[in-house]
């Protein structure tokens, strides 16, 4: 197909596998304006062309970027209490996708940031195999399984799962997520040993706040004990960095800076980054995260998605012994029940088949 054809595509995935849209519905596109470098500035006008020439009523709201979301702005209020379908191409979706948003629309956030995203196969795959294949791993991990964690760098993450079977998403986000990248948080209430931090600490997308990031030289590791951080360990000059954001994030907030809430790993073998991370983490951290060579803890705070995110790259976890992700890739993919899942939607085995490694670490 052409780059065009690839770009209607992706948005046609998005508008009738996502939001389960039809023609004649209404649709709002929230906007960010003032967020800096973030979203493609001309993708909500793209998408809104192309919903107009799908029968669909769009309009575009514009709203500035806020640092700090508690509550909808009045004009987010309306269009979910009025109209068949919100979609956020801002930041703010991610910042109350733990809330309750209430009103009759579908509330859908968009992690695709710009057009070559939306004609690539991260946003064409069919989003409706991605919905089915997040809750066969959910019922893979939940269920008072022992899991195991680790990483090339020294990881060593042990602990059981919640009992519940996990196929109704409780503490999942209340917001539909295109693409759909990740699998149910796994509370971290549970688990102890050591996790390795290196390149980065960065943002979770709950707040913004300033400085958003830290750089680590080397490997710091922090020792946690039933979900909470109890010391890091490594090089005095990074553990000093990293214990004063901390210090910095938990004092701002009012929070608990050494829970760790929880974690979860990538799904999408197919979610890329064009750019280099260290050139905007913030934009990195909120698009990138799909990928199955990363995983991410929640951590700073004793909730959802807490403020400070721990990343963790090329993951293993083992479930009950057997291997779901072995050193980035997600071999549980490779199980006959995927595969049949993957034969019911034409061409994403091949997704699965030829993932996409580079994600921003600037391997290549």
């Not at 079977?165 to 050591?194: E, H, L």
Request: aromatic share 10%; with cysteine.
């Amino acid at each position: 197909m052409s780059i065009a054809a690839n770009l209607q595509a992706g948005i046609d995935n998005l508008f009738f596998n996502c939001m389960e849209a039809q023609a004649g519905e209404s649709l709002a596109i929230i906007r960010e304006q003032g967020g800096g470098d973030y979203y493609s500035t001309t993708l909500a006008d793209v998408i809104a062309a192309h919903g107009r020439n799908r029968a669909l009523d769009v309009r575009v709201i514009d709203l500035p970027f806020r640092e700090d979301a508690d509550e909808l702005p009045a004009e987010i209020s309306r269009a979910i209490n009025a109209i068949d379908h919100v979609l956020f191409l801002a930041r703010i979706g991610d910042q109350v996708r733990f809330k309750d948003l209430g009103g009759a629309a579908t509330k859908t956030m968009c992690y695709a940031l710009d057009e070559a995203a939306f004609a690539s196969a991260f946003c064409r795959a069919d989003y409706r195999f991605f919905v089915r294949f997040k809750s066969l791993i959910n019922s893979a991990i939940f269920g008072g399984k022992n899991i195991v964690v680790t990483c090339p760098s020294g990881t060593n993450l042990v602990g059981v799962s919640p009992l519940d079977p996990g196929d109704d998403d409780i503490g999942d986000v209340s917001i539909r997520r295109f693409p759909m990248t990740t699998f149910r948080p796994v509370p971290a209430n549970g688990f102890s040993g050591r996790v390795a931090l290196s390149k980065w600490l960065s943002t979770t997308g709950s707040r913004y706040y300033q400085p958003a990031s830290v750089l680590i030289d080397g490997v710091v590791f922090a020792q946690i004990e039933n979900g909470r951080i109890l010391d890091f360990e490594g090089d005095e000059r990074e553990v000093r960095k990293i214990r004063a954001h901390y210090d910095f994030v938990a004092e701002k907030y009012a929070i608990d800076r050494d829970v760790i809430h929880s974690w979860h790993a990538g799904i999408h073998p197919q979610n890329g980054y064009s750019g280099l991370a260290v050139d905007n983490l913030t934009r990195w951290s909120g698009s990138a995260f799909g990928n199955p060579r990363y995983l991410h803890l929640h951590t700073c705070g004793d909730y959802a998605p807490g403020e400070i995110c721990v990343s963790v790259f090329d993951p293993s976890i083992t479930v009950d012994g057997t291997d779901m992700w072995r050193k980035g890739t997600l071999v549980f993919a490779d199980t006959p029940e995927v595969r049949a899942l993957q034969a019911r939607s034409p061409g994403v085995r091949e997704m699965f088949d030829h993932p996409v490694l580079e994600y921003g670490l600037g391997e290549s």
